[in-house]
């Protein structure tokens, strides 16, 4: 199945909490969850680095490549979580953003988390791309489920983009 993700303007509101305590030097790499109250789980990042989370995600070959001006996202259609990193031109350099949409209550909500080593500020503006970015999560997360249905035999993963 092929998915094609646009990037179109939705709303999305959230509220900051900085999961590492005490305040971050510059040049720190730091941890924040940019999440709803009604977020059922911490949906944390398994990677210590922007850096060490590009290597491993960019090198899967069962995932779509996006690229928008600054930012580079990485779509899995198989976990159903949409990777969002800044390239060097992006003052949030170096920042990795983890997106996933789940279902609750039979509506749709997304779950974030964010490595930065740039100031609050800019890793909030980079945050504030999810914005743009909560149409292409719903598709991938209907991508996500007809995968899981279909398994990977089942031909639902989409070939890398060049």
Request: charged fraction near 20%; hydrophobic fraction near 40%; proline fraction near 6%.
């Amino acid at each position: 199945m092929k998915s094609t993700f646009v990037f179109l303007v939705g709303l999305f509101a959230s509220s900051i909490v900085v999961a590492q305590g005490g305040a971050p030097k510059p040049g720190d790499i730091v941890e924040y969850n940019y999440a709803k109250p009604n977020n059922p789980e911490l949906f944390g990042m398994e990677y210590k680095s922007p850096r060490e989370a590009y290597v491993a995600i960019s090198g899967k070959i069962d995932i779509q490549k996006l690229e928008i001006g600054d930012i580079e996202g990485f779509a899995d259609i198989g976990t159903g979580v949409l990777w969002v990193f800044t390239t060097t031109r992006n003052p949030a350099h170096p920042a990795v953003m983890k997106l996933k949409a789940f279902e609750s209550n039979g509506n749709l909500f997304m779950k974030n988390s964010v490595l930065c080593g740039a100031s609050k500020s800019e890793c909030d503006r980079f945050v504030s791309y999810q914005q743009y970015l909560v149409n292409s999560v719903t598709a991938l997360h209907q991508a996500h489920k007809e995968f899981s249905n279909t398994g990977p035999k089942g031909g639902a993963v989409a070939p890398r983009q060049p």
